[in-house]
């Protein structure tokens, strides 16, 4: 009772201040209440305020100060990289000393960030400020470290799964050797060797055309059969988890409107989408274009700073550090992903085996009919998505992944 009293004078504080009309803030209610979401969430959410004015509101009610972490950085003597984990995950960070005290920055006073607090530090204070601007500094301030491990991480951790060494020992003097001699033989040699080979592909590619066939028929089969047997179950809007988009983005300008329209158009509640942009910080065109859309603050957008290789798998990984949701998906800039798509994911995983951890969803084209090329295309999509897929998994063959 005395919590709800403390929310109902902090909505009052800010209404008094006109961060938000009262109009925003019925809204804000209803849809908190029909999502099971937190009003900050829902009232950032659906920009009904901008963090800055929220929080620094926020802090005035709860009589702290406001940490204005973009005009005021944090002082890089008091972070530690071990500890950027910490920072992250309970949106907290040491961002000044006054006196004895270090002042903790951070969104939400909870029992963890005191608890962790009264184990790092013996004199503290905390300061306001909106998880963003956190999630920017730790961004700014670790992006060496960071970027690092988005490289680096898999190598270090399970090296056996990694591509960074594609051979191992003498694995590749092997190999070039291989590849010389055979190319020495046929050029010394090409009458007695160039059938060889041609017979050899020609194998090849007809033991590739007949697997497919098989895996074409098979799936055939096993896609009208789990179709017939799948069901959608509905899940009500409060029992929905949050939801993180991944979209790498790389001088994607032109469709760049058309994909935050189709991810706003997505059936599922604004305050459990948790979107990262994910752009190079030195793509200022992107940039520059994701700022004139003033898209909602559920996107959000992350920089990846510059190294190589300069991939859509290595930014993703980037990204996933600010990632607040329990299930993610990955988006490129040109999708229109169906408007219930999260929902029959969630479907598809309580209806599914404990160790199943991803679900792929069907991808084509959404201009099949514009010409030969785009034809050709759906073609191979509807095949590989349609009856391929299907085939693979009836085999126990791991699966590539391609779409969302």
């Not at 920055?105 to 960030?113: G, N």
């Not at 608890?115 to 004199?123: C, G, I, P, R, V």
Request: aromatic share 12%; proline share 5%.
């Amino acid at each position: 009772m005395v919590w709800f009293l403390i929310m109902q004078g902090i909505y009052k504080f800010i209404l008094d201040k006109k961060v938000i009309t009262q109009k925003q803030l019925e809204s804000a209610r209803k849809l908190a209440k029909q999502a099971n979401s937190s009003m900050v969430e829902v009232i950032l959410s659906e920009s009904y305020a901008n963090p800055h004015q929220l929080y620094s509101a926020i802090a005035e009610f709860k009589k702290v100060p406001f940490a204005d972490l973009e005009k005021y950085p944090c002082d890089r003597v008091l972070l530690a990289v071990a500890d950027r984990n910490i920072y992250n995950d309970l949106k907290v960070i040491p961002w000044k000393t006054e006196g004895d005290n270090v002042v903790l920055a951070t969104s939400k006073i909870s029992k963890e960030v005191k608890y962790w607090a009264d184990s790092k530090f013996k004199n503290y204070k905390f300061a306001i400020t909106s998880w963003y601007d956190i999630n920017n500094s730790i961004n700014s301030l670790f992006s060496k470290e960071n970027d690092v491990e988005a490289r680096e991480d898999l190598w270090r951790v399970n090296p056996e799964c990694s591509a960074r060494d594609l051979f191992k020992g003498s694995q590749s003097k092997v190999f070039l050797a291989g590849i010389l001699a055979l190319f020495t033989a046929t050029f010394m040699y090409p009458a007695q060797f160039a059938p060889w080979i041609f017979l050899i592909i020609a194998i090849f590619y007809t033991n590739t055309l007949l697997f497919k066939t098989m895996l074409l028929i098979i799936g055939k089969v096993r896609e009208k059969r789990l179709s017939q047997a799948e069901e959608i179950i509905p899940i009500a809007d409060v029992n929905l988890p949050i939801y993180t988009i991944l979209v790498p983005l790389y001088k994607e300008t032109r469709v760049l409107k058309k994909l935050t329209e189709a991810i706003r158009n997505l059936d599922y509640p604004n305050s459990k989408l948790d979107v990262k942009l994910i752009v190079e910080a030195d793509d200022e065109l992107t940039i520059n274009a994701i700022k004139k859309l003033r898209c909602t603050r559920m996107f959000e957008m992350i920089k990846v700073p510059y190294s190589l290789p300069r991939t859509k798998p290595k930014a993703c990984n980037y990204a996933m550090r600010f990632a607040k949701g329990e299930f993610v998906t990955i988006y490129d800039a040109e999708d229109v992903p169906d408007p219930l798509q999260l929902r029959k994911v969630l479907s598809k995983f309580s209806t599914s085996p404990s160790n199943v951890v991803c679900v792929q969803s069907r991808l084509n084209f959404f201009n099949r009919e514009e010409n030969i090329l785009s034809r050709m295309f759906a073609i191979e999509y509807s095949n590989l998505f349609d009856f391929m897929l299907y085939g693979l998994e009836a085999m126990d063959i791991p699966i590539p992944l391609g779409g969302t």
